[in-house]
């Protein structure tokens, strides 16, 4: 297997100048939404410019040792920005085999604007290899016989998809994968015997920017079986996943048996801001559904929704224009909710937790909001944009993102310190981990992605003995919170729906919940 076949030029995606963003009226602006039939109003905005390496200058190329690099002139908008491509021989022993192959990585000085980097990379397919690939909630599995075509629509790499290519059989394997966590995004498809892999890496900040180095390494040891390719497959998936989480300093997460339990409007009262303990969810929750879990042998319980959120308020509370319709996930702080027994009753909650020795864990995000947060009416800077010059709403409606880079990171880690500092507890189920965990935020010169600053609140919550981390995503910063088939099964559809999707995987279950 060799890299090679068809594929685009490489490109650089450069942004238009132009300012993002600018509401310092929460409220007014979403008064405004609702005049604007409930779309966004813009906000300035800025456009993306690919401009494709065909038309870059050629300045020349050096060796430096085993080291080649090729470097290039490129212009966009009477601005000029120099690209140095470099190729680098490598080896790499993963999970106690041997692979050899290159990397490649690239230097940017100048062209600020430039923020992404798309590369199409081309691998020759080999007729009875096996390529695995698992995303959230799904699992792809090829036969190379080309009869059949393989598509991945665009995914984030260490969010909805697992950072690395895999393919192989009796004549060897390849890999691919970044030196180092990035969040790239990535979109595979066929053309005949060759897949592309079509690459979109961010630049960074700064005016000197490099890429981390993506290496590809092939091994010659033969795997004759889809069962051998799997588990080299699987080996792979925990060794690079221990590289990674040993970059960021990061532990791991062991799964465990673990009881979910999604709570009702019957549960509690959204009117009743101060219930009594004994009247109060969290005291409930602990008197009957934490015993369920012991008597279960669960040894981890999550609590949906503990914050205090829409869910919790009347309608009449809701700001107008903000489409909010009652949701437990949609959050107006990180204060344990009032209306489900406040702190008096989450402590009672998470001392009978440790009483009967379950880990607790709870739902949390790692940024967004209720747009009828009392939050963004008093920090609308904390409102995470897209560089169209919207609100990030990750398309949901009644919430938006919170920027990773503002008020509310320090904020987030104060209240989750406080709270574990008085009510003790096992960790977190992260939802949007594979959106707002990711997302840029677009009023940035130079947007990056949120992959970054998420690593470093789960390495915060890590030190503070929150090690029990699950997250709606795929990679290894944590346990995926979605398996094949969870989508079916926990959004209410007909039961049998998920036993259908269990079945047509029934044998191929290998590394799904990886």
């Known amino acids: 297997m060799l890299l090679g076949g068809t594929g685009a030029a490489p490109a650089l995606e450069v942004l238009t100048p132009g300012t993002v963003g600018g509401v310092t009226d929460w409220k007014a602006y979403l008064r405004e939404r609702k005049r604007n039939e409930m779309r966004w109003p813009r906000r300035g905005g800025r456009t993306i410019r690919r401009v494709s390496l065909e038309q870059a200058a050629y300045l ?18 009477g601005e000029t920005g120099e690209l140095t491509w470099v190729f680098t021989p490598v080896t790499a022993t993963l999970a106690g085999r ?16 430039a923020a992404w980097l798309r590369v199409v990379e081309p691998v020759r397919l080999r007729y009875g290899d096996w390529s695995f690939h698992q995303t959230w909630g799904r699992w792809y599995e090829q036969r190379i016989d080309f009869l059949t075509e393989l598509a991945i629509p665009v995914k984030w790499y260490f969010g909805e998809i697992q ?12 890999v691919s994968y970044f030196e180092r966590a990035v969040g790239a995004e990535v979109e595979l498809r066929q053309d005949g015997a060759v897949h592309l892999l079509d690459v979109r890496v961010p630049l960074g900040a700064g005016s000197q920017r490099e890429t981390p180095a993506k290496l590809w390494l092939w ?21 690079l996943g221990d590289m990674y989480r040993r970059q960021a300093g990061l532990g791991r997460s062991e799964p465990r048996p673990l009881l979910w339990y999604t709570y009702g409007p019957e549960n509690f009262d959204a009117g009743n801001q101060s219930p009594p303990l004994g009247a109060s969810l969290f005291y409930q929750t602990a008197q009957v559904h934490l015993h369920v879990a012991k008597q279960g042998r669960f040894a981890a319980f999550m609590l949906d929704g503990p914050w205090d959120s829409d869910g919790h308020h009347p309608p ?17 702080s990180l204060e344990v909710s009032p209306a489900l027994g406040g702190e008096e009753g989450f402590r009672y909650l998470a001392d009978k937790a440790r009483e009967l020795g379950v880990d607790l864990m709870l739902w949390i995000m790692p940024g967004h909001l209720s747009n009828s947060s009392p939050l963004f009416v008093e920090h609308p800077d904390w409102v995470r944009w897209k560089v169209s010059g919207v609100p990030e709403d990750a398309d949901y409606g009644d919430i938006t993102g919170t920027s990773m880079d503002g008020g509310w990171y320090p ?4 209240q989750v310190e406080k709270l574990q500092r008085t009510a003790p507890f096992a960790g977190f189920l992260v939802d949007s981990w594979l959106t707002f965990g990711m997302y ?11 992959l970054a600053r998420s690593i470093e609140m789960q390495k915060a919550w ?16 944590g346990i995926s919170g979605g398996g094949f088939g969870w989508e079916v099964s926990f959004f209410g559809n007909e039961a049998d729906l998920a036993w259908e999707a269990f079945e047509r995987i029934e044998g191929r279950e290998y590394g799904l919940y990886r």
Do not use: M
């Not at 840029?440 to 949120?450: E, I, L, N, T, W």
């Open 219 to 239: 091994s010659a040891d033969p795997f004759p079986s889809k069962w051998a390719a799997v588990d080299e497959w699987t080996r792979l998936c925990d060794a």
């Open 440 to 450: 840029p935020d677009g009023r940035a010169a130079q947007p990056v992605p949120s």
């Open 60 to 77: 020349g190329s050096a060796v430096s040792g085993k080291q080649v690099s090729l470097r290039l002139q490129v212009s966009e908008g």
């Open 411 to 414: 904020y987030a880690i104060g």
């Open 163 to 174: 950072p690395y290519y895999f393919a192989g059989g009796p004549g060897g394997a390849a």
């Open 316 to 332: 009449e509370t809701y700001l107008e224009g903000s489409g909010s319709f009652g949701s437990i996930n949609a959050p107006w």
């Open 98 to 113: 041997n692979y050899a192959g290159l990397s490649w990585k690239a230097r940017l000085s100048g062209l600020e604007r």
């Open 462 to 477: 890590r030190a503070l003995g929150l090690n029990q981390i699950y997250v709606e995503g795929t990679g290894p910063f």
